[in-house]
């Protein structure tokens, strides 16, 4: 008897690992920066520096961000998508004095990197942006959001911040 219930108990963990594995392999493209989605406090260097609200719209296909700073008063909203037609997702981001962010990319080795091209309104003409969203072990989301004016030779960190869930 006790060998009848081990081997149900190692064949269901089996089935198990190998469900997980293969939805791992198979998640949608769509799906890929949903770990982005929630209410947040975001921190620097554990201080305070704003709330970010991140909802799906849109059937699952929308990202909204809604950002307020804690310290200014500074707002600004993206839409985050995945566009079929060039395997890319794709941001747009605005915020309250009309700057903005044009961005595409990819999630690879773990995180979700997207890139603007010189056609973005923020910083100099020539400015280029790169955003990584990393999802840590714990749950918590890493930003790291980083410009350069020299085509990539230099990036320099415009942001960095850790996303914790509100509670």
């Known amino acids: 008897m006790k060998r009848l219930f081990f081997l149900i108990f190692i064949l269901s963990h089996l089935t198990s690992f190998s469900q997980n594995t293969n939805t791992e392999n ?3 493209p769509h799906r890929l920066f ?3 989605v929630g209410e947040w406090d975001v921190f620097t260097n554990d201080e305070l520096v704003g709330h970010n609200t991140i909802s799906l719209l849109q059937n699952g296909n929308l990202l909204q961000e809604n950002w ?10 993206s839409y985050s998508f995945y566009n079929d037609k060039i395997d890319k997702w794709q ?3 605005i915020d309250k004095n009309g700057n903005n962010l044009l961005l595409k990319g990819n999630f690879e080795n773990g995180k979700m990197v997207l890139l603007s091209g010189t056609d973005s309104n923020m910083g100099e003409d020539q400015s ?3 955003i990584s969203w990393i999802l840590l072990p714990n749950g918590d989301v890493k930003q790291i959001w980083e410009s350069t004016i020299d085509e990539g030779k230099i990036w320099s960190i415009q942001f960095e911040g850790v996303y914790k869930k509100k509670k």
């Open 91 to 93: 941001q747009i981001w």
């Open 26 to 28: 198979t998640i949608s």
């Open 68 to 77: 307020v700073s804690e310290k200014e008063s500074f707002t600004g909203t």
């Open 34 to 36: 949903d770990f982005w």
């Open 128 to 130: 280029l942006h790169r």
